[in-house]
């Protein structure tokens, strides 16, 4: 038996059990669990903002640890070595996954979503979800750079940013503090963050940001202003409102990308003639991420060009009381730090 936080119903709070320790098949890869990161996904489950399906279910898709046991048909690892996991498990063959368009897979499971998750003391995925860790990356940046990184680099692929251009990012969480790295690590040119708290905003500047606040005045006529009146090259939107979708679209300049990446069911306008097909302006849609896109996100850490401070990660044990206190921080986060769950051995 092992220890697991688990989800029994939908609105109330997490709760502490003993479960089976998974029993992996010849593909799988059992993970003794070292960090798992508390995401704000995770908040919308409990809250049945997102909808899950079968309960009880073990929360947690940020997950980091020590390989323990693999099966049969799995030669790439063994057991002891340190891996992160792509929280994505596919098919492998249906015709999404063999384009390594993998989120469209129409067999596609999200862990701790459709299946059991990382608040545990182990886990078990398909070895295909595993990816080796390097030593110098400590697991707790292992873990939360699998979803918010990942999510960030994929919004920048997705927006074809090259180096040189300009880029405003909208929304200063953990997406956006990934964001704002990778985008400086393919040496960008300015990069604007709009925000409406201090705090993040400080966090920016000192990060290398050239910082909007949304509370003064419009972010649209500030970027405008501080561009020439050109607007910028990309703008990604990472906060989930239509009011800053439709700032994104309208901060563009000639040729410019606008990747939504934050969640909402309100609807969006444009003006089609004078917002978008005046400057030949895009709106792209941006999906998690593909595990194609992964192995750069710990080059980029051990390069030191994506990097989680002690002081932007706070740890808690595997245990329901303390993990639902950080999910209720959550809600509410002012700030940019990251708790992640580090099971007491
Ligand atoms: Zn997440
Ligand atoms: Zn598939």
């Given at each position: 038996?092992?220890?697991?936080?688990?989800?029994?119903?939908?609105?109330?709070?997490?709760?502490?059990?003993?479960?089976?320790?998974?029993?992996?098949?010849?593909?799988?890869?059992?993970?003794?669990?070292?960090?798992?990161?508390?995401?704000h996904?995770?908040?919308?489950?409990?809250?049945?903002?997102?909808?899950?399906?079968?309960?009880?279910?073990?929360?947690?898709?940020?997950i980091?640890?020590?390989?323990?046991?693999?099966?049969?048909n799995?030669?790439?690892?063994?057991?002891?070595?340190?891996?992160?996991?792509?929280?994505?498990?596919?098919?492998?063959?249906?015709?999404?996954?063999?384009?390594?368009?993998?989120?469209?897979?129409?067999?596609?499971?999200?862990?701790?979503?459709?299946?059991?998750?990382?608040?545990?003391?182990?886990?078990?995925?398909?070895?295909?979800?595993?990816?080796?860790l390097?030593?110098?990356?400590?697991?707790?940046?292992?873990?939360?750079?699998?979803?918010?990184?990942?999510?960030?680099?994929?919004?920048?692929?997705?927006?074809?940013?090259?180096?040189?251009?300009?880029?405003?990012?909208f929304?200063?969480?953990?997406?956006g503090f990934?964001?704002?790295?990778?985008?400086?690590?393919?040496?960008?040119?300015?990069?604007?963050?709009?925000?409406?708290?201090?705090?993040?905003?400080?966090?920016?500047?000192?990060?290398?940001?050239?910082?909007?606040?949304?509370?003064?005045?419009?972010?649209?006529?500030?970027?405008?202003?501080?561009?020439?009146?050109?607007?910028?090259?990309?703008?990604?939107?990472l906060?989930?409102s239509?009011?800053?979708?439709?700032?994104?679209v309208?901060?563009?300049?000639?040729?410019?990308?606008?990747?939504?990446?934050?969640?909402?069911?309100?609807?969006?306008?444009?003006?089609?003639?004078t917002?978008?097909?005046?400057?030949?302006?895009?709106?792209?849609?941006?999906?998690?991420?593909?595990?194609?896109?992964?192995?750069?996100?710990?080059?980029?850490?051990?390069?030191?060009?994506?990097?989680?401070?002690?002081e932007?990660?706070r740890?808690?044990?595997l245990?329901?009381?303390?993990?639902?206190?950080a999910?209720?921080?959550?809600?509410?986060?002012?700030?940019?730090?990251?708790?992640?769950?580090?099971?007491?051995?």
């Open positions: 038996m092992m220890r697991a936080v688990q989800l029994t119903e939908i609105g109330k709070a997490l709760k502490d059990a003993d479960v089976p320790v998974p029993q992996i098949g010849p593909s799988d890869v059992l993970i003794r669990v070292a960090a798992a990161g508390i995401c996904s995770d908040v919308h489950y409990r809250a049945g903002i997102s909808k899950i399906d079968d309960l009880p279910l073990t929360l947690g898709h940020e980091a640890g020590h390989v323990e046991e693999v099966g049969s799995v030669t790439q690892f063994s057991a002891g070595d340190r891996v992160c996991v792509h929280y994505l498990v596919h098919c492998g063959s249906c015709e999404f996954c063999v384009l390594g368009l993998e989120q469209f897979c129409r067999s596609g499971q999200m862990i701790g979503k459709h299946r059991d998750g990382g608040y545990a003391e182990f886990i078990k995925v398909p070895g295909a979800n595993a990816f080796l390097p030593d110098e990356i400590p697991f707790e940046v292992g873990a939360i750079m699998m979803c918010s990184s990942a999510t960030a680099l994929h919004a920048l692929k997705k927006a074809r940013f090259k180096a040189g251009e300009s880029i405003a990012i929304g200063f969480g953990g997406l990934s964001a704002l790295q990778l985008a400086l690590a393919f040496d960008c040119g300015d990069v604007y963050v709009v925000e409406i708290n201090p705090a993040k905003l400080a966090t920016a500047a000192n990060m290398g940001a050239i910082t909007v606040d949304a509370k003064t005045a419009d972010p649209v006529a500030q970027i405008k202003e501080a561009t020439a009146g050109r607007g910028v090259d990309v703008a990604l939107e906060i989930g239509a009011k800053t979708m439709r700032q994104a309208l901060c563009l300049g000639p040729l410019g990308r606008a990747a939504l990446v934050g969640l909402t069911a309100e609807s969006i306008s444009i003006f089609p003639y917002e978008l097909i005046n400057k030949e302006a895009e709106i792209i849609g941006v999906s998690d991420h593909l595990a194609t896109e992964l192995p750069a996100l710990p080059e980029f850490a051990r390069s030191g060009k994506l990097r989680f401070p002690p932007t990660l740890v808690v044990d245990d329901a009381a303390q993990i639902n206190a999910l209720d921080a959550l809600q509410d986060s002012i700030d940019h730090v990251r708790t992640v769950i580090v099971p007491r051995v």
